[in-house]
């Protein structure tokens, strides 16, 4: 679960690492407020969970605290979009923050390199733009430095990464202690990605970190109930994010085949069969085992808020999950819900056949394989 800048840079405050002074708000006046406080001399930041936010014009920086305000006011409520994000986020509150004199940036990064299964520290003196541009660019500008699991780093380790990634000298050892306390961050956050980018160096010499990005491991939220709270509102799609509410493992995904299965391996296999068939699936639906007809309903209703959606597959391996009850479910959501699209049905396993029956009178197409299943959903999709 990503934070928004504000929480990350609160995270690595705790652990010694500067950052710029600041508040959040979504109020103009109070805008106006915190930016006198620091004598008008501020940057505004829209709190959006998006890549390419600055050229999407949500950082602006200002000499006057009353146009920060009016800033504010603009922004609130606005939809900003980046390439990297096209549908957009819509701005709720922005981060008014001392603003910082920069005469350098560089990027750093720390996150889980799982081919080596052991953290990595990402160093750059490039900093500013985009981690990928300046790996697709420049690769030799990238030092990584990996923590040993047991030992985790020593201080000349850092130094000498430090060094090859050429930071002034002025900087280095304002860097190694950066490095330390964001590994420390990442470790005790259960983070599985912290970066700053820009680190910025002020003219006068000190190394700050003016922007700051933590995702936790949603896995590991649970020990961390400051975040806990903010999980729905923080989701970035507003589909996973009612998934979320109702409990149910959902991931949407560019297609627009709808995909709802029981058991991820089973899911998975739906993917890339239809994948195989020509289809382009929407989404990862897992009902979970033991799916009653009701959140069988409820799982159905979830892959319809999809507006793209043009058919939908259901592949069940009756075990735990009967297929009786999984009928049942998707009647229920046919009946109640106005289903305009094809619908397909593979139901094997218990409960397979009294499933198949409850379907039969119903516009629902069955299939007996799951291959066929997603040739037939793929055909009357495209139809
Ligand atoms: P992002 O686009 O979401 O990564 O937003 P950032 O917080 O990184 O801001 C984008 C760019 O705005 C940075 O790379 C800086 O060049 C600039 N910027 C952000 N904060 C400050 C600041 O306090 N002072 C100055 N001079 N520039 C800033
Ligand atoms: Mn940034």
């Not at 705790?14 to 501020?42: H, L, M, Q």
């Not at 050892?173 to 590994?183: A, N, P, S, Y």
């Not at 409820?298 to 999984?326: H, S, W, Y």
Request: with cysteine; aromatic share 4%.
């Amino acid at each position: 679960m990503k934070l928004h800048e504000y929480q990350s840079k609160d995270l690595l405050a705790k652990y010694g690492v500067p950052v710029p002074g600041g508040r959040v708000t979504s109020d103009p006046a109070e805008a106006t407020k915190i930016a006198e406080e620091f004598g008008g001399k501020v940057v505004v930041k829209a709190q959006v969970l998006m890549g390419g936010r600055g050229k999407a014009g949500g950082v602006k920086l200002f000499s006057s605290a009353a146009e920060a305000g009016a800033f504010t006011k603009e922004l609130i409520g606005k939809r900003l979009v980046s390439i990297q994000n096209p549908t957009g986020m819509v701005v709720e509150q922005v981060l008014v923050a001392e603003q910082i004199d920069i005469a350098e940036e560089y990027y750093l990064s720390v996150l889980l390199d799982r081919a080596v299964q052991k953290l990595v520290v990402m160093i750059s003196k490039e900093g500013g733009m985009e981690i990928e541009e300046v790996a697709a660019t420049k690769p030799e500008a990238i030092v990584r430095l990996h923590v040993d699991n047991a030992w985790g780093l020593a201080d000349f380790e850092i130094r000498d990464a430090v060094q090859r990634a050429h930071i002034p000298a002025k900087a280095q050892r304002q860097m190694v202690t950066m490095i330390k306390g964001l590994v420390q961050a990442y470790i005790a956050s259960d983070a599985d990605l912290v970066e700053i980018n820009p680190v910025a160096l002020t003219p006068e010499g000190k190394l700050i970190a003016a922007d700051a990005k933590v995702s936790i491991d949603e896995n590991a939220l649970y020990r961390h109930g400051e975040y806990e709270e903010t999980k729905d509102a923080s989701a970035e799609d507003p589909i996973e994010a009612e998934a979320a509410r109702r409990g149910i493992a959902y991931v949407r995904l560019p297609g627009d085949i709808g995909i709802i299965g029981n058991g991820a391996g089973l899911v998975m296999c739906s993917l890339d069969e239809v994948s195989k068939a020509g289809g382009k699936p929407a989404n990862f639906l897992d009902v979970g085992g033991g799916a009653q007809a009701d959140r069988v309903k409820a799982c159905v209703e979830l892959v319809l808020m999809d507006p793209g959606i043009k058919g939908l597959l259901i592949n069940i391996f009756g075990g735990i999950t009967r297929g009786d009850q999984v009928a049942m479910g998707i009647l229920q959501a046919l009946n109640e819900l106005d289903v305009k699209i094809p619908v397909v049905a593979r139901i094997e396993g218990t409960g397979a056949a009294e499933g198949l029956e409850l379907l039969k009178p119903t516009s629902i197409i069955g299939a007996a394989t799951m291959q066929e299943a997603a040739e037939k959903v793929v055909a009357a999709a495209y139809a």
